[in-house]
């Protein structure tokens, strides 16, 4: 496993202050959005060599694998990179929760605009 990310996808990065990037993650089977973490160059490497979703813990400032303890893991089929370079996508097939309370999605909680109905 390779942790050195590929220097042309490196050089089409942007970073945040601490070297972060924001990783938004699409469940393949239903497009629903699961959650979103950070990642830094590392993590993206080893996410892509792995196809494990690995991500960076700003709290912990360690890496951790989606699943590792929990059981409730990420594969990844698929990552892309927005047009602006500081985000990427992750598609995955997600094994159990996703959300770090026990949820499906860590966007199932508070509804703050409702979706209206198409007009006809």
């Not at 160059?41 to 912990?60: G, M, N, V």
């Not at 959300?99 to 109905?117: I, K, S």
Request: charged share 25%.
């Amino acid at each position: 496993m390779s942790d050195i990310l590929d220097p042309a996808i490196a050089a089409r990065l942007k970073r945040n202050a601490d070297g972060l990037f924001a990783a938004v993650v699409q469940e393949r089977s239903t497009g629903a959005v699961l959650m979103m973490a950070w990642m830094d160059d590392e993590a993206l490497a080893r996410t892509l060599a792995t196809r494990k979703a690995t991500y960076f813990s700003r709290s912990r400032q360690q890496y951790w694998v989606k699943g590792e303890t929990s059981g409730h893991t990420q594969h990844v089929h698929e990552v892309r990179l927005d047009c602006d370079g500081d985000t990427v996508l992750l598609v995955v097939d997600q094994v159990g929760a996703a959300c770090h309370t026990g949820t499906h999605t860590c966007f199932d909680t508070d509804v703050l605009l409702e979706a209206q109905p198409i007009a006809e």
